[in-house]
């Protein structure tokens, strides 16, 4: 079975200060692995993905995520925080062998303090 | 390049009735997929289609279904609505292929009275 745990429900940090968005991950196969981003009112906007190349990936907007097998994590950093970069962020696992049903985290709500 | 498009934007219903939201997908995507979200929580797969058939399904009711297309469009479907149906209603699109990335829409708000 896949499922996505995201640890923190809701992350504060002070603008210019780095981010970070944990994810634990659970699969009965090798995972690809999303993370997706959610401003308000509009639809989900991919931030990066991960499919078994290099463990760390670099994805839009400064954000990278890195791929720990032994840890089963996938958590999302960014250096410095920026005030658009507040919204909901989710990560995501799919490893379907046929078809691409992604499961969802329950998402990270972040907000960037001035 | 148009994204991926629904439609309508929001609609509101009441309890038994039915409803249909529509979906184009991105230029060159062949694979529709359908996601609920409920308030404050992650999207959640109702199911998926490709070359018109229905491949995947989650965890939802017979009331859910669907159809696809011979232009790849699509439309979901929910018979005998339910107040819990209310949420936002996400369609995707890709190409067939394990593992890739899908396309959003902004999605359809329901609101079930």
């Known amino acids: 079975a896949q499922s996505v745990t995201q640890l923190d429900s809701h992350v504060s940090v002070s603008e210019g200060t780095p981010v970070l968005l944990r994810c634990n991950y659970s699969?009965?196969?090798?995972?690809?692995l999303f993370w997706y981003v959610q401003h308000p009112n509009k639809g989900l906007q991919l931030l990066l993905k991960?499919?078994?190349?290099?463990?760390l990936v670099k994805g839009i907007n400064g954000f990278e995520a890195e791929f720990k097998k032994s840890e089963t994590s996938f958590h999302l950093t960014k250096p410095s925080a920026h005030m658009s970069d507040a919204a909901e962020y989710f990560c995501v696992v799919t490893t379907t062998p046929t078809g691409n049903q992604f499961y969802f985290g329950t998402g990270t709500s972040l907000t960037v303090i001035p | 390049d148009a994204g991926v498009t629904q439609s309508p934007t929001h609609l509101i219903k009441t309890r038994g009735q039915q409803v249909t939201l529509r979906c184009s997908p991105k230029?060159?995507?062949?694979?529709v997929s359908w996601y609920q979200q409920a308030l404050g929580q992650g999207p959640q797969f109702i199911f998926q289609?490709?070359?018109?058939?229905?491949?995947q399904r989650g965890n939802f009711p017979d009331r859910f279904s669907g159809h696809q297309f011979p232009n790849y469009s699509s439309e979901l479907n929910v018979n005998a609505l339910l107040l819990g149906d209310s949420a936002l209603y996400l369609c995707a699109s890709s190409f067939w292929d394990p593992n890739e990335k899908l396309f959003f829409g902004s999605g359809t708000q329901l609101s079930v009275l």
């Open positions: 699969s009965s196969y090798s995972p690809s």
């Open positions: 991960y499919t078994s190349a290099a463990t």
């Open positions: 289609y490709y070359e018109e058939e229905e491949r």
């Open positions: 230029s060159g995507h062949d694979t």
